[in-house]
């Protein structure tokens, strides 16, 4: 398939999704009418226009989310739970047309894209059930003078900012609690994958969310349109997925408002192989906490420690494996990598790749950019590591894996903390003892132990240290969204 043939087809597909903003309920137009365009990775050509909201746009939103905020809060949990899964449904009906938009926007072959749609449906289901169970408390003073009335009410208008590498379902995982809760949204989703969030808006439009409810502001101008509304004294909590340096800024910009937040940041993930690990489980797991997404993501692997005595048969085995891989547009049969986001993304990797060879990493398989159109970049092994390498302090965010040994399970784990980040820590070992013992001591808010994938809806995801504040899905999810208000009241006998 010819660049040109996919990009006509794919052009004709795209335009049959929402392209504008979702303000109050309609699709309107960016003032002024400006778009911006979307890529298509894989081709390095624009997929589709989408509008470009200004400042005065996302005021617009904002206003739209106030006023729809009362009401919504009195919505009985039951409505609010029948139209998250009413959207369940809908985004598990059309789970072909959602992965090949989110193929051909973001990059992630159909098959990765498939089991996004699913994971973000899931995030769906599971606070659907969750709207229905949200619970407070009855308790008498310790002095037995009052009564205190406990209940966990809606924290109000959010400001909900979500990345490009998993544009669906990062805006499930906000989007559902803050629904189930009885609060109001304003999303702003990546500029590089406005097409999948947009399409997921008008399913929940469609499964019966009311005008105002969610609102949805596409813009090239994140800075300009997202700080006048925090400043706006009208936005109650923040979820923001995305860089440390722009979390960062961000609360910065909440601290100064007293706007609450949930902050999934950046990662830098340790993978380490014991020598009594089962190989062909590590192998397995390292495919998966290094090769989804390309290596896009923030759980990716990003260091790992292989004991000395297991190294040179584990990276022989991985560089096996990564070697195999097809790399080719997202929509083709077969493919298993995609491109990467953008030619800026590409390089940084291509650049990290050459900085650990100058200083001495040795090239199992992978490192060159390849010729033609879109972002690839190839599966690569490295070993020899050094530490001081630009990559061990560095989201990879690329299908690179930099292998380094050790001998000494205290070292290891040493190793692994050091680091400003802390949001998955990945653990391959077969003795139960040293397997609590390093979970427990690693500096992280997720560990996967002999498993290279941690994410689930109904488990808590989040990080420490610089990786973040608060946590996604589980139980706790809703809490994210929700505060105590106590009503209290002296009894008199
Ligand atoms: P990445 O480098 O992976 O694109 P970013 O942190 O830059 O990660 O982007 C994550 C999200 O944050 C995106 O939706 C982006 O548009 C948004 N964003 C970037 N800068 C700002 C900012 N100054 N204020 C608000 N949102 C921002």
Redesign the pocket.
């Known amino acids: 398939m010819t660049a040109t043939v996919s990009s006509e087809r794919f052009t004709d597909f795209a335009a049959g999704f929402p392209r504008k903003l979702l303000i109050d309920g309609s699709w309107v137009d960016a003032e002024g009418a400006t778009t911006m365009p979307v890529d298509n990775p894989a081709t390095g050509e624009i997929l589709a226009s989408v509008a470009d909201a200004s400042p005065a746009d996302g005021q617009r939103a904002l206003a739209a989310a106030v006023a729809a905020q009362r009401s919504w809060r009195r919505t009985p949990p039951r409505v609010r739970s029948e139209i998250l899964r009413r959207a369940f449904d809908l985004v598990l009906s059309r789970e072909d047309d959602l992965a090949l938009l989110m193929t051909l926007e973001m990059g992630k072959p159909l098959a990765e894209a498939r089991g996004e749609v699913r994971y973000a449906a899931e995030f769906l289901r599971w606070f659907s059930e969750e709207a229905v169970r949200i619970d407070g408390g009855y308790m008498t003073a310790p002095d037995g003078a009052k009564r205190a009335l406990v209940l966990a009410a809606p924290v109000g208008p959010c400001v909900l900012?979500?990345?490009?590498?998993f544009p669906l379902a990062m805006g499930a995982r906000k989007i559902g609690p803050a629904i189930a809760a009885g609060c109001t949204i304003v999303l702003?989703?990546?500029?590089?994958t406005p097409l999948s969030s947009l399409a997921l808006a008008a399913i929940l439009a469609e499964a019966g969310l009311p005008a105002g409810v969610l609102n949805v502001v596409t813009t090239s101008r994140?800075?300009e349109v997202?700080?006048p509304m925090l400043r706006s004294g009208q936005v109650r909590k923040l979820s923001?997925?995305?860089?440390t340096?722009?979390?960062k800024?961000?609360l910065a910009q909440c601290g100064s408002a007293v706007i609450r937040t949930s902050m999934e940041l950046g990662g830098n993930a340790p993978f380490i192989v014991f020598d009594d690990a089962d190989l062909d489980i590590a192998v397995d797991g390292a495919m998966q906490a290094k090769m989804r997404n390309m290596g896009e993501a923030c759980t990716g692997a990003n260091r790992f420690y292989v004991h000395e005595r297991v190294a040179a048969d584990f990276s022989r085995r991985l560089a096996d494996r990564m070697a195999a891989l097809r790399v080719a547009p997202g929509w083709e049969d077969q493919a298993q990598v995609g491109p990467l986001i953008d030619v800026v993304s590409r390089d940084k990797v291509d650049r990290l790749v050459r900085d650990a060879v100058d200083r001495g990493a040795t090239v199992v398989t992978g490192a060159q950019v390849p010729s033609g159109a879109g972002y690839f970049y190839p599966p690569t092994v490295l070993t020899g590591v050094a530490a001081g390498s630009e990559m061990c302090g560095t989201e990879i965010f690329g299908p690179v894996a930099a292998i380094q040994t050790f001998t000494d399970a205290d070292d290891v784990v040493a190793m692994a903390n050091e680091t400003p980040w802390g949001l998955v820590g990945y653990v391959f070992t077969r003795d139960l003892d040293r397997a609590f013992n390093v979970s427990e001591d690693l500096e992280v808010g997720m560990v996967g132990l002999n498993a290279g994938i941690v994410s689930d809806p109904a488990t808590p995801f989040g990080g420490v240290k610089e990786s973040g504040l608060g946590r996604e899905g589980g139980r706790v999810g809703i809490d994210e969204f929700l505060e105590y208000k106590l009503i209290s009241m002296p009894i008199r006998r």
């Open positions: 900012i979500t990345p490009w590498n702003k989703p990546a500029p590089q994140a800075g997202i700080e923001f997925t995305g860089s340096n722009v979390g800024i961000l």
